[in-house]
């Protein structure tokens, strides 16, 4: 098996988890629509990761100039190409993605207009800085379809313990808040009254699936990774009766569909995230039919 190959299955494993604890919460809370603000702002910060990687790298906007100040004429042009070096756009989209976390929830709490158009302005708008920085990183033909709908021959070694480090501080923080989480997600009032802080456990939701969010960026995109986030959940949901249940469910069905979809994009030679997503979406349309426990 080739290592980028393999390592896309370790990402699909190693995520799937993630995915199925987050999405469990999401679909539970049913904010997928703030998740999709969420994901695509984050968009805008590969767009700035990927622009400020060419002008350190290039040089670019007097960099340079600037650099000398402190190291020196001499070496300055080689600490721009170290510095350029070290900035990874999924970082960036990382920052990008919880800075509109917390934007998002101090709009829902705070701003006047009606939630869904502010939020519709958000998707945009991280959307559209995104694309306005790639349009300036010279031969970025590729780098759209990339970072939207994925690709398995950019993820590496590196991605994988990226993926499993932050999956790992996911998980801890939902293990030491789970009681609160659930609560909630399924009664606020009821929340309230046992003295849960539910606005500080609804921005930490948010923080953490904006974190999870960009963990499968590189395989399946973010136009489609909100499927991806919710359809395992919504799937699980048609058959557990309890949240921790339907969290297991959730994992496995993300895992074998994501594996399932890596498996046929190899065979057939096709897109590594749309086909994982149709079969998480057949996984749905399969359960449709068994009513709602």
């Known amino acids: 098996m080739p290592e980028f190959l393999r390592n896309v299955y370790l990402l699909s494993a190693v995520s799937s988890v993630t995915f199925g604890v987050i999405g469990a919460f999401v679909v539970a809370r049913r904010i997928g629509y703030l998740t999709g603000a969420v994901s695509h702002c984050a968009f805008g910060g590969v767009g700035i990761g990927l622009w400020l990687q060419q002008i350190l790298t ?43 976390a917390l934007l998002v929830d101090w709009i829902r709490r705070h701003a006047k ?65 789970f009681k ?8 606020e009032e009821y929340a309230l009254l046992r003295g849960v802080n539910v606005g500080r456990q609804n921005r ?3 923080v953490l699936t904006s974190i999870a969010v960009v963990l499968m960026l590189r395989l399946v995109g973010m136009a489609m990774i909100v499927a ?20 297991v469910a959730s994992i496995l069905v993300c895992f074998v569909g994501s594996w399932l979809g890596v498996w046929l994009s190899a065979e057939l030679d096709c897109s590594t995230g749309p086909v994982i997503i149709l079969v998480v979406a057949f996984f749905y349309a399969l359960s449709l039919p068994f009513k709602r426990r």
């Open 204 to 206: 930490l939701l948010l």
């Open 228 to 247: 991806l986030l919710t359809l395992p959940a919504a799937t699980a949901s048609r058959f557990a009766k309890r949240l921790d249940t339907m969290i």
């Open 113 to 177: 207009e009606r939630e869904e158009t502010i939020l519709g302005a958000i998707w945009a708008i991280g959307m559209a800085v995104g694309l306005i920085f790639l349009e300036k990183v010279s031969g970025n033909n590729s780098n759209v379809s990339t970072y939207l709908f994925g690709e398995i021959l950019l993820v590496s070694t590196r991605d994988v313990w990226f993926s499993a480090i932050f999956g790992a501080i996911i998980l801890g923080t939902v293990f030491f808040n």
């Open 180 to 187: 609160k989480l659930e609560a909630v997600c399924f009664d």
């Open 58 to 100: 290039n040089g670019s906007f007097g960099i340079v100039a600037l650099v000398s100040f402190f190291v020196g004429n001499a070496s300055a042009k080689e600490v721009c190409k170290k510095l350029g070096a070290h900035i990874d756009p999924v970082v960036c989209a990382l920052i990008f993605a919880v800075l509109a």
